[in-house]
């Protein structure tokens, strides 16, 4: 690889077919090391979206995340050296994503910590008391219906509410979901990017899934106004 302070990060393509790129991560690594524009291109256009939104979930505007996939992206042409083939490669570039996006945040922040990650996710008096003779720790008051079927949740404004609340939570909540329910991206992977045993992950992701289930029912449950 060709240093990037004195030639091109890519050069002249190779022709890797795009439709290899998920199957062999070898051949596209080389591809990459070889200067490919067009494979670079093409994961560019693959994962530009998912590493915005997983930028998103840690910093604080689009255009600091639009810098951090940047850095990301040089960051990875820059090291491709250094993959050793232990994950996926897309689990490697999506863990330099998440290492740029959580030290551009603590910069930002100077380490203020507003933790609220210890705060019950589902409000405990909406549970039956553990003496309760017949349904111990059972709904008291049960999560409500949604009044309309599957396509309201489509709707601009029902849209808008979920990505809110996915907005205000912590953000190691968000980055979770932001891969899992988002993204689709399977749990053994989000562990590997972001550096989380399978039992973290399912909590961050009950906790993340809980608050944003409570948005929308507050939405709608709340009264129609005329």
């Known amino acids: 690889m ?3 302070g004195s030639e091109p990060l890519l050069g ?3 022709r890797v077919r795009s439709s290899d790129l998920d199957l062999h991560d070898d051949a596209l690594v080389s591809a990459l ?6 494979v670079f291109s093409d994961l560019v256009d ?3 979206r998912m590493m ?6 840690r910093v604080g505007s689009r255009l600091a995340a639009e810098e951090v996939v940047q850095d990301a992206w040089l960051t990875v042409l820059r090291s491709l050296d250094r993959y050793e083939g232990r994950s996926t490669f897309r689990t490697w570039v999506l863990g330099i994503v998440v290492n740029l996006a959580r030290s551009r945040a603590r910069a930002a922040r100077r380490e203020v910590a507003l933790d609220s990650e210890q705060e019950p996710s589902v409000d405990p008096a909406r549970f039956l008391p553990a003496t309760h003779p017949r349904w111990p720790h059972h709904w008291a008051v049960e999560p409500a219906a949604w009044r309309t079927p599957e396509d ?3 709707a601009a404004e029902t849209r808008q509410v979920l990505l809110e609340a996915i907005d205000a939570l912590p953000p190691a909540q968000r980055e979770v979901i932001v891969l899992r329910d988002i ?4 749990a053994a992977e989000v562990c590997n990017i972001l550096e ?3 039992t973290h992950q399912r909590v961050l992701l009950h906790r993340a899934r809980s608050r944003v289930r409570s948005a929308l029912e507050r939405y709608f449950a709340a009264p129609e106004t005329t």
Request: proline fraction near 6%; glycine fraction near 10%; charge should be negative.
């Open 152 to 154: 309201e949740l489509l």
């Open 196 to 198: 989380l045993t399978d």
């Open 52 to 57: 915005l939104r997983l930028a998103l979930s």
């Open 2 to 4: 060709p240093d990037a």
């Open 33 to 38: 090391r070889a200067g490919d524009e067009q």
């Open 183 to 186: 993204e689709g991206v399977p």
């Open 46 to 48: 693959r994962w530009g």
């Open 12 to 14: 002249r393509s190779t």
